[in-house]
C-alpha cells in the first residue's frame, strides 16, 4: 500500500513540474517563436524549401501551442518553376514529430489569398551555402502535408502579357519530396483566347517531369462547351511535350477577332494532338480535328456584296450542314486537309491547303448550284464539271498566308471580257444598288 502511495506522489510530482516547466517554458517559445530570429531562419528555410534565393515574412504572432500566423510572405526572382510569389494571410500548424525525421513539418498551411507566378525554365545548380558543424542534429528541409489557398492567383508570361487563373481554390500536398497540385473553380485569363471557368485541374511537378493529370475548362456562361486536357513535359534534362486536348461543343464566336464576332456562329468539337523536344513552336508538331455544328455566316459585309453583285437573297446568309477538316503541322510546314464545307442546295467545297513559311498552296473543288451562277455568262466554261446537283470548278491557290491569291477571279473576269453586255449589267445593278443607298430608295 505504501508503495503505491508513493507511486501515486511520484506522478503528481512529475506532472507539477510537468505543469510548472509548460508555465515557465511557454511564454519563452511564444518569445522566440515572434523573435526576428527565428523569423529570419524560417524565411531561409521556406525560400530555400521554394527555390527561392530569399523570402520575406511579415510578423510572425504565435495563436496556439503548436500554430502561428503572419500577414503575408513574399519571394521573387524563383530559380524554378515558382518565379514570385505573394501570400495573405498565412496560418501554419507544426508537427514536433518531424524533428525526428529531420524536417520543419507543417501539418496545415492556410492561405486567405495569394499570388504565384509561374514560368518554364532550364534546369541549373542552386548555390549550396557551408554549413555550421551542427547542422548535422538539425533539420535539413521543410515539409508541408497540406497547403490551401482561397482565393488565389496563378500567372504567367504569354506573348508579353501577364495571364493565368484567377480566384481559384489551390490546394498542395507532398509526393515524396514533390508536389501534387490541384485547383477548382476560377477563370483562366490568357490573350488570344476567351475567358473560360476552370472546372478542375491536377498535376505534379518532379525533377525531370510536369504530369498533367486533367485540366478541364468550360465556356463561360455555357457549362455545355468543354476542353480537357492530359498530358506531360520534361522539366529536366529532356524537355519534350506531349499533350491531348479534346473539346467539345465551344462556341465559335468567342475564338475569332472581335470583327467577325456577331457575323458567324456555331458550336466546336474535335481534338489536338501536340508533340515537341521542347515547348517552342518551332520543334513541334500535331495533329487536330475539328467540327462545326450549326454553323451560321450572317450579315457578312462580303456576303452581302456578293448577293447584291449576284442578284440572289440567299447569299446574304449561310447555313452550313458540313463543317469539318484536319490538320497535321511539322513546323514549318502545316497541311488542312479533309476540308468538307457545305450549305445543301448552295454549294460545297472540298480539297486541301498546304502553307510551308507563309507560302501557301493547295486545291479546292468548289461546287456551286446552278441558279446561283445566273449572273455568269457561260457558266460552264469556268465550272465546266457538273455531278451532286453542283457545277464545280478548281481552285488552285498559291500567294502567302499574308496575301492569298486564287485562280478562280481572272478566270470569271475573263468570261466577262468576252461577254462586254453581261459585264455593263452587272456594272448597272452595282449602280442602282449605290443610288438606292445614297438616295435611301426602295
Not at 14 to 37: C, F, K, M, V
Not at 272 to 290: C, D, F, V, Y
Not at 309 to 320: P, Q, S
Request: with cysteine; charged share 25%.
Amino acid at each position: 500500500m505504501r508503495r503505491k502511495g508513493w507511486a501515486v506522489a511520484a506522478v503528481a510530482i512529475l506532472l507539477i513540474a510537468g505543469a510548472i516547466g509548460i508555465a515557465w517554458l511557454n511564454p519563452q517559445l511564444t518569445h522566440y517563436i515572434e523573435s526576428d530570429r527565428f523569423r529570419a531562419e524560417l524565411e531561409k528555410e521556406t525560400a530555400k524549401g521554394l527555390h527561392f534565393p530569399s523570402g520575406q515574412y511579415a510578423s510572425i504572432h504565435r495563436t496556439g501551442f503548436l500554430s502561428a500566423t503572419s500577414d503575408g510572405f513574399r519571394a521573387q526572382d524563383g530559380r524554378k518553376a515558382m518565379r514570385s510569389m505573394d501570400a495573405h494571410g498565412i496560418t501554419a500548424k507544426f508537427n514536433p514529430l518531424g524533428i525526428f525525421f529531420r524536417r520543419w513539418q507543417l501539418d496545415d498551411v492556410h492561405i486567405q489569398s495569394g499570388e504565384v507566378e509561374i514560368e518554364t525554365y532550364a534546369p541549373t545548380p542552386e548555390p549550396s551555402p557551408a554549413k555550421p558543424w551542427f547542422q548535422v542534429f538539425l533539420p535539413r528541409r521543410v515539409y508541408l502535408k497540406l497547403v490551401e489557398s482561397d482565393p488565389a492567383e496563378v500567372t504567367w508570361r504569354f506573348r508579353g502579357e501577364k495571364g493565368g487563373f484567377s480566384g481559384t481554390r489551390l490546394e498542395i500536398t507532398p509526393q515524396g519530396r514533390d508536389f501534387n497540385y490541384q485547383a477548382s473553380g476560377g477563370t483562366l485569363k490568357m490573350a488570344l483566347i476567351p475567358n473560360l471557368q476552370l472546372r478542375d485541374t491536377h498535376l505534379l511537378i518532379t525533377k525531370k517531369l510536369l504530369t498533367l493529370y486533367n485540366l478541364d475548362l468550360q465556356s463561360v456562361g455555357d457549362a455545355a462547351g468543354i476542353i480537357h486536357a492530359e498530358g506531360t513535359a520534361g522539366t529536366g534534362e529532356d524537355r519534350s511535350v506531349d499533350f491531348n486536348f479534346n473539346f467539345e461543343r465551344i462556341p465559335v464566336e468567342e475564338w475569332l477577332p472581335r470583327q467577325w464576332r456577331k457575323h458567324v456562329r456555331g458550336t466546336a468539337s474535335g481534338k489536338i494532338l501536340w508533340r515537341g523536344k521542347n515547348p517552342k513552336l518551332e520543334s513541334s508538331t500535331g495533329e487536330a480535328k475539328l467540327r462545326v455544328d450549326g454553323g451560321r455566316i450572317i450579315e457578312l459585309p462580303f456576303l452581302e456584296n456578293v448577293a447584291k453583285i449576284t442578284n440572289e437573297k440567299a447569299l446574304e446568309r449561310l447555313t452550313l450542314n458540313d463543317c469539318s477538316f484536319a490538320l497535321a503541322w511539322n513546323y514549318p510546314k502545316a497541311e488542312i486537309k479533309n476540308i468538307a464545307i457545305e450549305e445543301r442546295g448552295k454549294f460545297r467545297a472540298v480539297g486541301r491547303i498546304q502553307v510551308e513559311k507563309k507560302e501557301l498552296s493547295g486545291t479546292i473543288e468548289l461546287g456551286v448550284a446552278r441558279y446561283l451562277l445566273d449572273w455568269l455568262p457561260k457558266p460552264e466554261e469556268v465550272f465546266p464539271h457538273q455531278h451532286d446537283g453542283f457545277l464545280w470548278t478548281t481552285v488552285h491557290l498559291s500567294g502567302t498566308t499574308d496575301a492569298p491569291q486564287q485562280d478562280l477571279s481572272p478566270r470569271i473576269m475573263e468570261v466577262f471580257k468576252e461577254n462586254p453586255g453581261a459585264a455593263l449589267g452587272l456594272l448597272l445593278r452595282q449602280f442602282g444598288e449605290w443610288l438606292k443607298n445614297a438616295f435611301g430608295g426602295e
